[in-house]
């Protein structure tokens, strides 16, 4: 009886302690001071209101509320910019790295080795390294200030780790089912797209799931690459609200991050979903 209750009492704890912050933000969100000090240490806020909300949706102009000017954002703006990022990044990561974890996993060809020596090698140095040679290369190839330069960089960057994660999935199937369907008159590109693209599902969808969120929460690289307002991601625009000591856009802060997690919770419902089916289906065939 003493081991549950410290149990029970571990665990409501560890749900606090996980939750409140994220309590805190719906609160502040709700809130229609600008200012944090304004908000209660108690995660509800008294009157609750939409203004947050009505100062991140209007576009980047001048409204009037009463006696205040107040001006508008680019957040619309900066949420279809980063969906627009995160779709391309993820259909080319799919794309590369899909197809060559495939190809390391099931041919044998010269400099095979070294390749895949030289993707761990590039895996121990962080990416903050080659941070002024990406800067010099979207330069040279006109690539600053655009989407495709940051999808690019993000691409690139994703190739070696998610190349042997994709290899060591394609490693657990068997070879034998490859051999089968060749016997059975098809070829090499039929059964990789037909017969072996959906038993390793699971894992496209995790890579899927990886590759979507990762332009979300980064900020160094959409700092470094995009310049004009239009062209920033959320992270940079929600960052530069708070930025300075002139701003205190605290509580609009708060109502754009909750914004941000609505297609992350949407995603990762269908994904989680999606892969639990997938592996299901594979048993039962199995």
């Known amino acids: 009886m003493v081991v549950m209750f410290f149990l029970y009492a571990f665990l409501i704890i560890t749900v606090v302690w996980v939750l409140y912050p994220v309590a805190f933000t719906i609160s502040s969100a709700f809130t229609e001071s600008n200012s944090l000090a304004s908000t209660s240490i108690v995660p509800f806020p008294t009157k609750p209101s939409l203004y947050q909300f009505q100062r991140l949706l209007t576009p980047s102009q001048e409204i009037v509320k009463g006696t205040t000017n107040i001006r508008g954002t680019n957040y619309l703006l900066w949420y279809r910019n980063t969906i627009k990022i995160a779709i391309l990044n993820t259909l080319l990561t799919l794309a590369i790295c899909v197809t060559s974890g495939y190809i390391f996993s099931r041919f044998r ?42 999808v690019l960089v993000y691409a690139t960057g994703s190739i070696p780790y998610n190349t042997w994660l994709m290899k060591g999935y394609f490693d657990t199937v068997s070879k034998s089912i490859e051999e089968a369907a060749r016997v ?56 530069e609200m708070i930025s300075g000591r002139a701003n205190d856009n605290f509580t609009m802060f708060a109502a754009g991050a909750l914004l941000v997690a609505i297609p992350f919770a949407i995603l990762f419902m269908a994904g989680q979903k999606f892969m639990l089916k997938s592996m299901a289906g594979d048993a039962v065939k199995e």
């Open 184 to 239: 059975d008159g098809a070829s090499q590109l039929t059964t990789y797209l037909r017969i072996i693209i959906p038993m390793v599902k699971p894992m496209i969808a995790f890579l899927a799931l990886t590759s979507f969120t990762g332009p979300w929460m980064d900020f160094i690289f959409p700092r470094l690459v995009l310049r004009s307002d239009d062209m920033k991601t959320l992270a940079v625009g929600l960052y």
């Open 109 to 150: 060809f010269g400099l095979r080795k070294p390749f895949m020596a030289g993707m761990i090698v590039l895996q121990m140095f962080p990416s903050f390294i080659g941070m002024v040679a990406t800067y010099v290369i979207l330069w040279r190839i006109n690539g600053l200030n655009t989407h495709w330069g940051l």
